[in-house]
């Protein structure tokens, strides 16, 4: 597949870039006239005002303040989001369907083209964790809302369509693929934001977890173990419990900055500023040659973000996870120096 060809780049605010790709379907958006930016910008806000109308999003019972709060202590603003129970996220996929992916919306995500976050109230985890399990989600969501630094892609597709795609939000760039390159860093910030969430603001240092022991993780023959606050239970007994792809890489993330405090300031600055990001690749690189590269290549899914943190582990710690883990627990409440 050939790369998609830029005609023209974005100016200003603007997070706009059009394309000229007839190799790939992107979802239709179809603005009156797409090369009009006001068009575009009116197909969106027109479909964001939809969402806020039609999608019933319910926040009775939890505490958007304390998220708020916990939020502008890591200097990252609020921004619009909706919490929508489980039996009215169709309604939402309806609506976006056709211009944004709405993948399995289980937990919740980000309109980057709408900045607006939402939260999937899941009323099963709310009985067994509380309320809170879906605050902390919501932390994830408003963390990678965070970032200026986006871009548009407005491609006119295979079948004559105009359509959209997302070139990049904060840390990650999407290719053709959809593999995401970046993933793990953009997924890790956002995890990271939740989970100091749930052990610094909540003060709870095993998380939603009844156990205290880090969770091991098998998976063919690599071995993998994660301290308990990532994992959720899903049981009131805690028998059963899971931890999300973007855990494995807000673990990873922590381990970084274990090795190099700095890494939370240029991560946060790199939100909002493009210096940022080099130096946040940067720093990354000064800790081990090649890190930033060997981790931005690894695709969205928990194998791949437990083998990028199993990577950290091997050229950072040793290979010994008891001394990462070790590492992590030491440094538990993690303490913002800014
Ligand atoms: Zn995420």
Redesign the pocket.
């Known amino acids: 597949m050939s790369e998609p060809k830029q005609t023209a780049e974005s100016t200003g605010n603007n997070p706009y870039i059009f394309y000229e790709d007839s190799t790939t379907d992107y979802p239709a958006i179809n603005p009156a006239d797409p090369s009009d930016i006001r068009m575009v910008e009116g197909y969106y806000s027109d479909l964001r005002a939809r969402i806020l109308a039609e999608v019933r999003h319910d926040e009775t019972a939890l505490n958007i303040g304390r998220v708020a709060r916990f939020l502008d202590h890591y200097g990252i603003p609020m921004h619009e989001f909706i919490a929508v129970y489980t039996e009215d996220v169709p309604a939402l996929e309806r609506l976006v369907g056709g211009s944004e992916d709405a993948e399995a919306a289980t937990v ?3 309109f980057s083209t709408m900045d607006l976050s939402y939260v999937v109230r899941n009323k099963k985890d709310e009985a067994v964790n509380g309320p809170e399990v879906t605050e902390a989600s919501l932390a ?2 408003l ?2 809302a965070s970032s200026t630094i986006k871009s548009v892609g407005l491609a006119r597709s295979q079948s004559g369509e105009m359509g959209s795609l997302l070139l990049r939000t904060g840390f990650r760039v999407d290719d053709e693929t959809d593999d995401g390159i970046g993933a793990f860093f ?2 890790g910030f ?2 990271l934001m939740e989970n100091r969430y749930i052990t610094e603001e909540l003060a709870m240092p095993n998380g939603f977890s009844q156990g205290s022991e880090p969770q091991r993780i098998n998976v063919g023959d690599m071995t993998y173990k994660q301290p308990r606050s990532y994992f959720v239970d899903s049981s009131p007994d805690g028998r059963f419990g899971s931890s999300s792809p ?1 855990s494995h890489a807000a673990y990873g993330m922590e381990l970084l900055i274990a090795k190099d405090p700095t890494i939370l300031e240029v991560m946060l600055k790199a939100r909002t500023d493009i210096q940022g990001l080099r130096q946040f690749a940067k720093r990354v690189n000064d800790l081990s040659p090649g890190l930033y590269r060997a981790l931005a290549r690894r695709p969205y899914t928990s194998v791949n973000f437990m083998a990028a943190t199993n990577h950290i582990i091997d050229k950072l710690y040793d290979g010994n996870q008891d001394k990462a883990i070790e590492t992590f627990s030491d440094s538990s409440p993690l303490v913002f120096t800014k």
Do not use: L, T
Request: zero cysteines; hydrophobic letters at 15%.
């Open positions: 919740g995500g980000y994830h969501e963390s990678h953009e997924e956002a995890g973007a």
